[in-house]
């Protein structure tokens, strides 16, 4: 069974779809496959893979942003590089390799500007869209993280050197930059709401986190949770959450506790902590479910085999398993019916049904990472 | 000008896409075409009509859901005619007349089923969304109103009638049915909120509005602003507000009031009115920007011309203008760099910046009344 698989879709990387035949995207996704700088096309609805496509370079640490007509995807690498997928016909519509060392990339609103930031150096480079030409340079003279998009064509990002969030508005001839200081000390990552008004950055250097309400007229750093964060510095932190992990569950934010065993629940209006739940290992992603019932959150090495599942009402585990070694992403279904689960020491990608918990397929990948679906184009800060 | 624009459409009608031309679905949708039971393709990006499809009936009150894939468009008419429109190859897949009179649809969360509500045979059925054959009838014995989808496959719809609220689990091999009674008198819509949790009735028979939280084990009818409503009898209803208007903007329900020229914003956790906003006149829709920063208002007859901007921080009125007679519709880009307004007795949908209010496009259309693009398929509740 696992070579007929292996061989269908050595068969597809090779043929683009036949001539005249339609596509649509609605349902479509990619599976960065880490190993080998490949990209796995992938398709929900059949709960299939299409095509395999190849020469991205470095995807150690690598992700992704959609077209707003969900035919492109600008993949970000680790070596810099920003390229650009046609997933109609399954090619490489461009590649560039815009700077040394790269973490990460946003999509304007209106879908035609592609924002990189980087470590090396260090700053935000825009570029247009259609052709990837250099539109905008922003030398920020920090390593720059927590790149996302805000509503009115802007883009949002921090330096971790002095701890300063700037936002650039590129509805204008040249970007114009609001710079706000006092951040915090070595911001790691950040994320924005999904309605795009809340944008918060995780710190490395010092206790909580810091908020920004991107409606005030003139934002204002707000400390969260200050009696928390990664000061007790006796706890081994085997990796950084992903902060794009956090989740709108009901009334409440769910965000992975920095090295302990534990999840933490916070106002989503006042950011005051309301609750923490216990679990087996330290929280990598806490992803919610699209209607935001479930939290499903996987684990740091050496525990991170396992997925444990929260209700976000009562705040308890609901359901433990271990779909197999290294889970890395879980990506939901837009309508949250199906999570798909990428397993990267087991070479597959699992697909379970989110009220039954049962596993309905299991897809053959090369160390899969990130999973993209399409509908990611249609949200903010995604 | 006109008379190009026109031709293009009229040359378009009745050629399908070049064969091996790929089609990308993620901004594309369609605007009904009232007068003449017709379809109008449009491309968000091109800000353009790509093709009209005809031949779909009374489409007087007419309202559509999408697949999945975002290839399929669910079209439910006035006259219970249910028909699978193939927005790839821009045609009518299949149609079927289901009942005599029906008022709206769903589509389940996993793409499957699609639901019909209906006045005549009242009830609901549901049809395979591959093949549009019956997978269930669920008669009710009064006119159905307020159907949705919910997270589980499942759908909930109310009976005018009887003031009862079902809730239909298709999970299984038959439906399961919740039944909830005393959700008031004369349900006459409903919606469900964006996660899926809460189900709100607007009732015509006596003051106030009903809500219920599905994810209670047991949902028990909770009555909001019981001291308003349609209840002051002495003001002429124009129209009824659409529900599906209802927005979430920032932590408020923004809600046109029935019968009154305002608009009221209430709790989004506790339903305890917040405020009101004097409006132009009778709201018919008031939808907020996907950032839920600004909402949008559309008036009833004869103050139809007009639309009105309120900032959902201030609660002030902060644009207003008019577009042309009888606005009927208003669809924002999913992540609300634009929005798409039809005007139908200009035959024309017009397209404006949301952040400068500057007219960017207008495109011939005839009659047109709602507006649906592709993305709505990732939504819950749309």
């Known amino acids: ?90 090619q490489i519509a461009k590649r560039i390799v815009q700077a040394g060392n790269s973490i990460g990339g946003a999509i304007s609103d209106d879908g035609r500007l592609v924002a990189v930031s980087n470590y090396e150096p260090g700053g935000v480079r825009v570029f247009d869209a259609d052709t990837l030409d250099l539109v905008a340079d922003i030398p920020t003279g920090s390593k720059t993280i927590g790149l996302v ?44 709401t999904s309605n795009g008004r809340t944008y918060i950055t995780g710190l490395f250097g010092e206790d909580g986190m810091t908020a920004l309400d991107l409606w005030a007229d003139t934002p204002e750093p707000i400390h969260v949770l200050p009696g928390y964060g990664r000061g007790q510095k006796d706890m081994p932190v085997y990796k950084m959450p992903h902060l794009e992990g956090w989740a709108l569950a009901g009334d409440e934010f769910v965000l992975p506790a920095v090295g302990h065993h ?23 992603f806490a992803i919610a479910r699209p209607d935001g019932r479930h939290v499903w959150v996987n684990f740091a090495h050496p525990l991170n085999d396992t997925i444990q599942v929260i209700d976000s009402v009562t705040k308890a585990v609901i359901h433990q398993f271990t779909p197999g070694p290294a889970v890395l992403h879980m990506e939901f279904t837009p309508r949250g019916h199906e999570v798909w689960v990428s ?16 596993k309905l397929r299991e897809i053959d990948a090369q160390s899969p990472s990130g999973i993209f679906f399409t509908a990611r184009a249609h949200r903010i800060g995604l």
Chains 1, 2 share one sequence.
């Open 1 to 90: 069974m696992k070579s007929l698989v292996l061989g269908a879709i050595a068969a597809l990387m090779i043929s683009p779809p036949a001539q005249g035949e339609p596509t649509a995207t609605g349902d479509l996704g990619l599976v960065i496959e880490r190993a080998n700088g490949s990209l796995l096309l992938i398709d929900q609805s059949e709960r299939a893979a299409l095509a395999r496509i190849e020469g991205l370079g470095d995807l150690s640490h690598a992700s992704l942003v959609w077209s707003p007509d969900e035919r492109f995807a600008y993949v970000f690498g680790r070596d810099g590089g920003l390229t650009k997928v046609d997933i109609v016909t399954r």
């Open 149 to 192: 998009d805000a509503p009115g064509n802007r883009f949002v990002f921090t330096m971790w050197d002095m701890g300063e969030t700037w936002i650039a508005d590129m509805s204008g001839p040249q970007p114009a930059i609001t710079k706000i200081p006092g951040m915090g000390i070595n911001p790691y990552d950040a994320l924005i």
């Open 343 to 358: 397993v990267r020491d087991a070479n597959k990608v699992m697909i379970y049904d989110t009220q039954t918990f049962e």
């Open 262 to 284: 534990e999840v933490l629940w916070i106002d989503a209006r006042d950011f005051h902590e309301t609750g923490r739940t216990r679990t087996h290992g330290q929280p990598v």
